[in-house]
């Protein structure tokens, strides 16, 4: 069974910079594609980036290009989400989710497993 775990959230002042983890089991990932969701309030859940590392492609969302960065450690079955140059917008539960199709995909229907989410918030 794939189980997602995500930790790194909290509370920072506008440009800060927070590091998201999320832990994965149940499968060896390194031919998963593994990404990034958020949902902030009233909100429908959005795409922020996704690593495809079998592929050597990734994507970002125009809204963070540039401040966030995706990348994984396949030994640890683990995604990273570095996040620099906060602001309050960014402010959201964030998702790791893992899609086991083939492709990079931006859409949040074709993420196959999901993780229970970690709370970020930017104060400004």
């Known amino acids: 069974q794939v189980q997602l775990v995500e930790s790194g959230g909290g509370l920072v002042q506008a440009g800060g910079s927070l590091r998201l983890s999320c832990a994965a089991s149940?499968?060896?990932?390194?031919?998963?594609?593994m990404g990034w969701f958020r949902q902030a309030p009233g909100k429908e859940r959005e795409f922020v980036a996704a690593d495809n590392w079998s592929a050597g492609e990734t994507l970002y969302a125009d809204s963070v290009r540039g401040r966030f960065t995706i990348s994984r450690d396949n030994g640890r079955n683990t995604v990273y989400l570095q996040m620099n140059s906060l602001k309050p917008e960014d402010t959201a539960v964030y998702y790791c989710a893992v899609r086991s199709g083939p492709g990079t995909a931006y859409s949040r229907s074709l993420y196959d497993y999901w993780g229970q989410g970690t709370q970020v918030t930017v104060s400004s």
């Open positions: 149940g499968r060896t990932f390194s031919n998963y594609v």
